[in-house]
């Protein structure tokens, strides 16, 4: 089965893919973050000393919570600071049935309460609804992470209804509740379509505080900034929208941008990279360092292979066969078909300087603030 063709969308950019554009390459991405002086910065900018600072020689997981499946890099959208690099352009990357029915065989053997299915619009992927529903019958908690504008497209018109009936928890990002901040980063009339989604979302039930219909929404600043006070946001947002645009959610979770894909384009064409860094390195948060998301969380991406978290799978930087056997080196790559979760309990999270992403402020995970 083939992705379903991708009607026109608000589109802030292009992918980088699309553009031959050197930092479509993970390479290149680790290049550019290493290349910047950081010296002057808190731990030299180094995150394996701001570690050891506090007295961790290295970032070890917990027991398994969270299954983060992204499934493709396909999206009716393209964000000026996605990390993904998706688009509708990125038709080639989508999970297949044999990797998806791959990670349902690996989940049966974790303690996994929670499948967490991202992209990419996940929704565009044709073995998404079949994902869900056996992630269902298993008893686990299934979190779409849904960009809004998806679901006005005509082949997804019952979405709504359709993940409300399972109780699927619904997470979606708006940058904004204003529109011409929306809009900045995500393209013209993206905001009057997220809007609309979530009018369809409020009209099966969701946002309304029943703990089987949960509304989610993301925000991530819009320009070099720190997230938001995610508790004053919520506030601010559950008034604004409600009073301007009669549409009510659950709960706002802040997250940063982290410095990849094409945020990592943006900064550097804005020049806000090397500040952009030395904030993030500067706002480090010891307080943040339980709740990583890479301690409980693993994540898959569409070809299978397994990742400590998203943004490491995005810079290519995955979880090595034997991990417990010094250097990574040569040793290939883990593929979840097979992966055993033993294969995973003693290795190290590996980590770069984009992790001060995950730490600074009050810290970012998918999950919202840390601290
Ligand atoms: S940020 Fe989300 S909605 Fe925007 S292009 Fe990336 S995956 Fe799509
Ligand atoms: S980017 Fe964040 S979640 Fe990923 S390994 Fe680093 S600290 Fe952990």
Known sequence: MSPPAVPRAPKATTSLLQRRSPLAQPLQQRA????????????????????????CQSLRPDALEILQLNI??????????????????????????????????????????????????PELNPHF?????????????????CNLTVLLLAPLADLPQWLADRGV??????????????????????????????????????GQGD???????????VGALLASNQAKAEQEWKAGLLQHQGVSFDRLIALNNM?????????????????YMELLVNAFNPATLSGLMCRQTLSIGWDGFVYDCDFNQMLD???????????????????????TPSDLAQRQIITGSHCFGCTAGAGSSCGGALS
């Open 32 to 55: 550019t973050l290493a290349a910047l002086d950081l010296s002057q910065t808190r731990h030299q900018g180094d995150f394996d000393q701001a570690l050891a600072a506090q007295g």
């Open 72 to 121: 493709g890099k396909l999206c009716n959208m393209a964000c000026r600071h996605c990390h993904v690099d998706a688009g509708p352009d990125r038709t080639q990357e989508n999970m297949d049935r044999d990797t998806i029915d791959a990670c349902l065989a690996f989940l049966d053997q974790t303690t996994a309460h929670t499948v967490d299915i991202t992209g990419g619009a």
């Open 129 to 145: 609804r079949y994902l869900v529903d056996q992630c269902v019958a298993r008893g686990k908690q299934v979190i779409d992470r």
């Open 169 to 206: 928890t619904v997470v979606c990002s708006l940058p904004h509740y204003r529109q011409r901040n929306t809009d900045r980063q995500r393209g013209d009339g993206t905001f009057e379509q997220s809007i609309a989604a979530l009018r369809r979302l409020n009209a099966v039930g969701y």
């Open 211 to 221: 703990p089987q219909r949960q509304l989610t929404l993301v925000t991530n600043p």
């Open 259 to 275: 410095p990849i894909a094409r945020f990592l384009e943006w900064l550097e064409a804005s020049g806000n990279l090397q500040a």
């Open 317 to 339: 930087l995955p979880i090595r066969q034997n991990p417990r056997a010094g250097e990574p080196g040569d040793r290939p790559r883990l593929q979840i078909r097979h992966c």
